[in-house]
């Protein structure tokens, strides 16, 4: 299993980033996908998450209502798009590959993760 995340960069407060996560190695529609977050000093945390369809996805709350998660299974590829963003997201991302199909925000609940791509928001 590889996923390859890309779409990391610096950006200001209030600007927008799109990151992108590409799997190989799975049948990518058969399992939920999520992302987390790593600040420096700091904890994994959950982001979001999709289930193997698409159809139901969670957010933590501290990012509900400006990121959104969605995933194209044509192109094995999942997505997180963030919007408004704060000093406070600063942060490596990874995507990770759920053991299920649904949706899930505990970090044991995914066996695969990717290589992590930074996002730095300045103020």
């Known amino acids: 299993v590889q996923l390859q995340a890309s779409g990391g960069g610096l950006d200001q407060a209030g600007g927008s980033l799109r990151l992108s996560c590409t799997a190989s190695?799975?049948?990518?529609?058969?399992?939920?996908m999520g992302w987390f977050r790593q600040a420096p000093g700091k904890e994994r945390e959950f982001v979001a998450s999709?289930?193997?369809?698409?159809?139901?996805?969670i957010y933590a709350d501290i990012v509900k209502g400006r990121f959104t998660i969605s995933r194209d299974n044509a192109k094995n590829t999942v997505y997180l798009q963030m919007n408004s963003l704060k000093p406070e997201d600063t942060a490596v991302y990874y995507c990770?590959?759920?053991?299920?199909?649904?949706?899930?925000?505990?970090?044991?609940?995914?066996?695969?993760w990717g290589q992590g791509t930074l996002v730095t928001v300045s103020s």
């Open positions: 190695g799975i049948s990518f529609s058969s399992y939920a």
């Open positions: 999709i289930s193997m369809a698409g159809g139901t996805t």
């Open positions: 990770a590959k759920s053991r299920r199909h649904s949706v899930s925000t505990s970090p044991g609940m995914y066996d695969s």
